[in-house]
């Protein structure tokens, strides 16, 4: 049994890129699914797809390289809140990741976003983890 699945996921698609495998296995959940969905619209994976096999599914993630250097596009995945200590922000104090470069992904009231879609609908909430 897993304590804490976003970590999983997060060290399962360091690990894959470090790799340097295309696509990677996660199992599923909505919150797995929305940050996913993030990744993908801020343009740190090359695709995904959501696959509804057992219960909760499995999303295939194709991962993004540099086309040049072959370097993996996601050069850091960090996670913020760990169950033993959750961290909170206010909309005001919501942090810039690598001086606004890099993203962080927040859960909110209003659902999972990047702590710039946050600030603009001035929401805070739970810092998931930093990306760049």
Do not use: W
Not at 36 to 45: A, E
Not at 80 to 94: A, I, Q
């Amino acid at each position: 049994m897993l304590t804490d699945p976003i970590s999983d996921y997060l060290t399962r698609l360091r690990n894959a890129s470090k790799a340097g495998h295309r696509v990677v296995d996660i199992p599923g959940s909505n919150l797995k699914r929305q940050i996913t969905k993030i990744l993908f619209d801020q343009g740190y994976i090359l695709s995904y797809k959501f696959e509804e096999d057992k219960v909760q599914g499995n999303i295939k993630i194709a991962l993004k390289y540099d086309k040049f250097t072959k370097e993996p596009i996601i050069k850091k995945l960090q996670r913020v809140s760990k169950p033993g200590l959750r961290k909170y922000s206010n909309s005001n104090d919501l942090p810039r990741v690598l001086n606004g470069l890099g993203i962080a992904i927040v859960s909110t009231s209003h659902g999972v976003m990047t702590s710039k879609q946050a600030q603009q609908e001035k929401v805070g909430g739970e810092v998931l983890c930093y990306v760049y």
